[in-house]
């Protein structure tokens, strides 16, 4: 069994700034790429920014320049460092992991941006 706990959601003004965290823990034997995705509402959900295990990163053309995708292999956490926070990156941020047992989800946290 793969946990996914997700933090650093909230409310923050336009312009501001929040950082998302992912951690993964149970029987994992290795960690490939990890990513977070957003879900607007009404709308699909969106790939935002991807990391593969060996540090390769790629974004969203709406967050690029804005937002940074990291991980702590050693801690199984993936970081999404999000600046200059607009009304429409409003969304729940999902946190999804591939793993050598499965791909998994996050339970998703909430960011709104709004003044």
């Known amino acids: 069994q793969v946990q996914l706990v997700e933090s650093g959601g909230g409310l923050v003004q336009p312009g501001g700034s929040l950082r998302l965290s992912c951690s993964a823990s149970g029987s994992i034997f290795s960690i490939y790429t990890m990513a977070w995705y957003r879900q607007a509402p009404g709308k699909q959900r969106e790939l935002a920014a991807g990391i593969t295990h060996r540090g390769d990163t790629n974004y969203a053309d709406s967050v690029k320049g804005r937002f940074t995708i990291s991980r702590d292999n050693d801690k199984r956490t993936v970081y999404l460092q999000m600046n200059s926070l607009k009304p429409e990156d409003t969304a729940v941020y999902y946190c999804?992991?591939?793993?050598?047992?499965?791909?998994?989800w996050g339970q998703g946290t909430q960011v709104t941006v709004s003044s």
């Open positions: 999804n992991v591939g793993t050598s047992v499965g791909a998994y």
